[in-house]
């Protein structure tokens, strides 16, 4: 199941060009699949314990 959310209209719109390339209207679709796992697992306790531990991206930088 997909929830699809459009705009009203984007005619006439001067940030239209920076927004969208799509020619008619803007849409987009959430999967409520998606939607409800990713809810489930910001409320699991490993989420918020990991929430407020400090991670360090080493790529990049020499040993």
């Not at 940030?15 to 809810?39: D, F, I």
């Amino acid at each position: 199941m997909e929830r699809h959310y459009r705009c009203v209209s984007c005619e006439g719109c001067p940030l239209k060009p920076q927004c969208t390339k799509a020619a008619g209207q803007r849409e987009v679709k959430v999967s409520m699949k998606y939607l409800c796992l990713k809810t489930s697992h910001v409320r699991s306790p490993a989420a918020k314990k990991a929430s407020g531990s400090k991670r360090f991206l080493l790529r990049g930088l020499p040993k």
